[in-house]
């Protein structure tokens, strides 16, 4: 499998490492023909690339590990963890709505999962709990199904417990707790707690700094008052 990005990312064998994982799966991939999925792909990669130079953020200081429907990335260790969840998210879904109203563009709908736990090089690529708990995030039922279940949504997000926790609710750039939902997610024998949402949590005009958060609670009164 074909690596990109920095391998720098994954330190040295043997040096445990905390970080970033964040994996993103096209949704109903295998359902399209040999063409469709080689225009997904390519439809994948210019959001990837759109959403992370928007959100200021280097995809060629991480690494990025192909997944043939979607793609694994591991962010340096010293990433803002806080922003890429805010505005890498908020900026992806920009950049989908952008291209569904393309007509030469294929409609894509993606699953999001992130986690911030320990990894370490491997021969073949990173392994520990960062990959393996945000890739079984990203595989679980309760999010195919909250995105299969919201045909007008082209993006469905899921982190973590811990991400959740020592993230999200911290309110930082934007983020609104209240607007992700808890899921009890069980996979290969173990039971994962995690908070799903698809709602529009970050917006460009709320706040680019941690400091401004009443704009944001303004608006997530207003989304919840709505549903």
Request: hydrophobic share 40%; aromatic share 6%.
């Amino acid at each position: 499998m074909r690596k990109k990005g920095s391998e720098h990312t994954l330190g040295e064998h043997g040096e445990l490492l905390y970080g970033l994982a964040v994996a993103v799966d096209i949704e109903n991939f295998s359902k399209h023909d040999t063409l469709g999925q080689y225009e997904l792909q390519d439809a994948l990669g210019m959001a990837l690339d759109t959403a992370s130079k928007r959100a200021g953020l280097d995809r060629d200081t991480w690494y990025r590990q192909a997944r043939g429907d979607g793609e694994l990335s591991i962010l340096p260790a010293d990433a803002d963890v806080a922003r890429v969840v805010a505005h890498l998210s908020h900026e992806l879904t920009s950049a989908l709505r952008e291209m569904r109203t393309a007509n030469d563009l294929p409609r894509l709908r993606l699953r999001v999962a992130m986690h911030h736990g320990t990894l370490t090089r491997g021969r073949f690529g990173p392994v520990g709990q960062a990959p393996i708990v945000v890739c079984r995030l990203l595989d679980a039922r309760p999010v195919r199904h909250t995105l299969a279940e919201k045909p007008d949504m082209d993006l469905v997000l899921v982190v973590s417990s811990t991400l959740y926790h020592e993230v999200v609710q911290t309110r930082f750039y934007g983020l609104v707790p209240a607007l992700f939902k808890p899921h009890r997610i069980k996979a290969k024998g173990t039971t994962y707690m995690a908070y799903i949402t698809t709602e529009p949590f970050f917006l460009r005009n709320i706040c680019r700094i941690p400091s401004d958060h009443s704009a944001a609670t303004s608006l997530a009164t207003r989304l919840l008052e709505s549903n």
